[in-house]
């Protein structure tokens, strides 16, 4: 459960820097807290540990895939209120079809526009708080 005297924190997962450079840059300017990871194999120890509000997540990682890891985070009743908005450069409908059935909470296409991606964290960040 989100800790509301603390900003919402961000789970960045992008294996490519520059990508990661400028997701980072949208959060820290929200003020949310944030941290990141580049492999999917250290995601879920690390939400299971941290439990953030929202996590970015990349579909293609190395080792593990964004789309198990959306997976995983949907099977698991104690991570229900955490937040996915799922990322690809392979932004097709089917794409985004099948990141919305594995149960994420936001779709955005890379590459993305910095605004677009602002609004679609607040939007996910303000649906969080009125949980």
Do not use: W
Not at 39 to 62: C, K, N, Q, T
Not at 80 to 87: A, I, N, P, T, Y
Not at 106 to 124: A, N
Request: proline residues 5%.
């Amino acid at each position: 459960m989100a800790d509301r005297t603390r900003p919402p924190f961000v789970l960045i997962v992008e294996d490519e820097d520059n990508i990661a450079v400028a997701l980072e840059y949208v959060v820290k300017r929200e003020g949310y807290g944030h941290a990141r990871i580049a492999d999917g194999a250290e995601v879920m120890p690390f939400i299971r540990s941290r439990h953030p509000e929202v996590v970015l997540l990349d579909i293609m990682l190395p080792s593990v895939s964004g789309y198990e890891i959306c997976q995983e985070i949907r099977l698991d009743p104690s991570l229900s209120d955490v937040k996915v908005v799922m990322m690809t450069a392979r932004g097709s409908a089917l794409e985004k079809r099948k990141a919305m059935a594995l149960g994420a909470d936001g779709f955005v296409s890379k590459p993305f526009d910095l605004g677009t991606l602002r609004g679609e964290i607040k939007r996910i960040v303000a649906s969080e708080e009125g949980m």
